[in-house]
């Protein structure tokens, strides 16, 4: 039997009935039946990564309403309206493959191989041995000495498999740790917290960044595929926003919205970096464009970045 197989699963928080996105989506019309439609997709996109498109044949297909009706098995009017407020609010993003990303999926997926599931059932398995004996009637020695070399056999083959796992486990947690030393180190920490709270006092400081908590993970996380420059850039560039700086409506960029990855790529490619104004006309130009205030091209960039962010 192979032990390469991989099985996946949703790690939801104690607290995710209880997180404002999730409330408010149960507060609409039908809502609870939007919920569970989120955790469906949620579940079939585990296994690719948070994200969901078909592959049929040689070429990647978009699901569309009514495949994702049969994928889920869910009613297509609720299909419809649920999708298009998950990618108004910003937990469903469509790229521009066609597929569908679930935002939210970094801390929730949970895998194991085909080896621990094994282990896991050998350990059931083991707990109901042990309810048995106890209601098994008494055995006369010689049954007993077949019962017992039974069991070392078995205790052995178990043990052996344990082991083996234990030691796979320990290597991989080992390497896990490595490369988030190398990734983040005293320094470095230091100096990010130091350039993000040189922004605009409009922005939240940042106080601490602590191992194993979520926003130092997914801080790893960019800095391992980015790279440590490309995050001080990223910092950098908020400068240049008077949206993110929270200079054109009640948003304010926060650390653990930067560093989302889909957030965070949009900062670093200067997404919501402010245009250049326009040269101010003279006085034989046309200058019905030239009002006060913001430019138009500019009022609609802010508008279509709210309703990136369902705002």
């Given at each position: 039997m192979s032990d390469k197989k991989r099985y996946y699963w949703l790690k939801l928080p104690e607290d995710f009935y209880d997180d404002d996105t999730i409330q408010w989506i149960e507060d609409q019309e039908n809502g609870a039946a939007y919920v569970n439609f989120y955790l469906k997709l949620l579940l079939k996109s585990l296994s690719d990564d948070g994200r969901l498109i078909r592959y049929v044949g040689q070429r990647l297909m978009p699901y569309d309403v009514k495949s994702l009706a049969r994928l889920t098995n869910t009613d297509t009017d609720t299909v419809r309206v649920a999708l298009e407020l998950f990618v108004n609010i910003g937990l469903v993003e469509r790229l521009d493959t066609g597929e569908l990303y679930m935002n939210q999926i970094d801390e929730m997926i949970g895998s194991e191989t085909q080896a621990a599931t094994r282990m896991r059932k050998m350990r059931a398995r083991k707990s109901i041995d042990v309810e048995n004996k106890r209601k098994l009637p008494t055995l006369n020695s010689d049954e007993r000495n077949n019962v017992t070399d039974k069991r070392n056999n078995v205790q052995k083959c178990y043990t052996d498999i344990r082991d083996r796992d234990i030691e796979i486990r320990d290597r991989y947690r080992d390497k896990d740790i490595e490369t988030e030393k190398k990734s983040m180190n005293s320094s470095q920490i230091k100096q990010i917290i130091s350039l993000w709270n040189s922004l605009d006092?409009?922005?939240?400081?940042?106080?601490?960044?602590?191992?194993?908590?979520?926003?130092?993970?997914?801080?790893?996380?960019?800095?391992?595929?980015?790279?440590?420059?490309?995050?001080?850039?990223?910092?950098?560039?908020?400068?240049?926003?008077?949206?993110?700086?929270?200079?054109?409506?009640?948003?304010?960029?926060?650390?653990?919205?930067?560093?989302?990855?889909?957030?965070?790529?949009?900062?670093?490619?200067?997404?919501?970096?402010?245009?250049?104004?326009?040269?101010?006309?003279?006085?034989?130009?046309?200058?019905?464009?030239?009002?006060?205030?913001?430019?138009?091209?500019?009022?609609?960039?802010?508008?279509?970045?709210?309703?990136?962010?369902?705002?």
């Open positions: 006092n409009n922005i939240p400081k940042v106080t601490a960044l602590n191992a194993g908590t979520k926003r130092y993970k997914l801080l790893t996380a960019r800095i391992n595929e980015y790279g440590i420059d490309d995050v001080i850039k990223a910092i950098k560039n908020i400068r240049q926003s008077r949206f993110l700086q929270g200079y054109v409506n009640d948003f304010a960029i926060t650390f653990d919205w930067f560093v989302r990855p889909n957030n965070f790529v949009k900062v670093l490619e200067g997404n919501y970096t402010d245009k250049k104004p326009a040269r101010k006309p003279n006085s034989y130009e046309n200058t019905s464009d030239a009002g006060g205030g913001i430019s138009e091209s500019t009022r609609k960039q802010f508008e279509e970045i709210k309703r990136e962010m369902g705002m």
